[in-house]
């Protein structure tokens, strides 16, 4: 099997390199600097630029699956030209990336697209718990970030292709992520939630991240999954587990909402909005969770018993 991923020098991008490497995968993987072409040892690079649309379609040879996990980062300031970089960055990639297959002169043998996608789809919700299958009506940023994004995605089954799409939650890992943010100050024991830290926060370990995207690669999925562990948890919750994983004691109380939202503006609903998540249709589908617990998750990420 041969995998075509964007976004391979990111976070989920550089475990999910490595693993298939590791279980014998062909390895393709697309870069905007010409640098960096051969950067990752044991994968080969071909250069992109979504912006001006141009793709080196060698990319596309032999490929079965590609994995899409390029976008900009949304965790810098939400200035308008940066919102602007943070919906093309999602939205000229996926074109580009569709336009590329289709304009093939041999055709293509690309079974499946298995594309990032992110619960801030959803809209925020304090009580209610959500499915894949709730309506969608976007009025937030990032719901239409994420609406559009999708909607750009299901283009590839016009041209024969299974499209998944996976709908992640916070990604808890060592090196970086809500994790590395939240670690100094609560190393210092100034870990405080937002708002009122009820807000939900649905969150997945990365190493059952990367093993769902292969297992979604390897079931040939089809449709929306909700990348989420079953056990999301409050924010006041996750924020003393987080204290508890370091040893720290989690005396200071939330932050004010109206204090976050001056600092940081629209960009404070990453913190203040809430999203009780369901992974009920990952179970039905067959796959297991290696880390279904924040406790457990927050302890192999800081002391490593595997």
């Not at 099997?1 to 298939?20: D, H, P, S």
């Not at 409050?234 to 939330?254: D, G, T, V």
Request: net charge neutral; charged share 15%.
């Amino acid at each position: 099997m041969k995998l075509l991923i964007t976004g391979a020098t990111g976070l989920v991008g550089k475990e999910l390199v490595k693993r298939a490497l590791n279980q014998g995968m062909e390895i393709h993987f697309l870069t905007t600097q010409q640098s960096k072409l051969n950067s990752i040892v044991g994968a080969k690079g071909f250069y992109w630029n979504p912006s001006l649309q141009e793709i080196d379609s060698n990319c596309f040879d032999g490929v079965t699956t590609i994995v899409h996990l390029a976008g900009a980062t949304i965790s810098k300031r939400w200035t308008a030209s940066y919102k602007k970089t943070i919906l093309s960055s999602r939205i000229d990639s996926t074109q580009l990336l569709f336009t590329g297959i289709k304009n093939l002169s041999q055709g293509h043998g690309i079974t499946q697209l298995v594309s990032a996608s992110a619960i801030g789809v959803y809209p925020s919700d304090f009580d209610q718990t959500v499915e894949e299958n709730m309506p969608l009506s976007p009025s937030s940023f990032m719901e239409q970030v994420v609406t559009e994004w999708e909607q750009q995605s299901d283009n590839f089954s016009t041209i024969g292709m299974k499209v998944t799409k996976l709908r992640i939650g916070l990604v808890l890992a060592a090196e970086g992520g809500v994790v590395a943010t939240l670690k100094i100050p609560t190393m210092f024991g100034l870990g405080a939630a937002f708002g009122n830290g009820k807000q939900g926060q649905s969150w997945i370990h990365i190493s059952d991240l990367v093993s769902l995207f292969l297992f979604a690669i390897e079931k040939q999925w089809e449709g929306v999954f909700n990348a989420v562990s079953p056990s999301p948890v409050s924010q006041s919750r996750f924020i003393s587990a987080l204290a508890k994983s370091l040893n720290r004691p989690h005396i200071f109380p939330p932050l004010p909402k109206f204090l976050i939202q001056l600092l940081v503006g629209e960009m404070s609903s990453l913190v203040l909005d809430s999203h009780w998540v369901s992974s009920k249709k990952l179970d039905a589908n067959g796959f297991s969770f290696e880390f279904p617990n924040i406790n457990d998750a927050l302890e192999n990420i800081f002391h490593k018993k595997k």
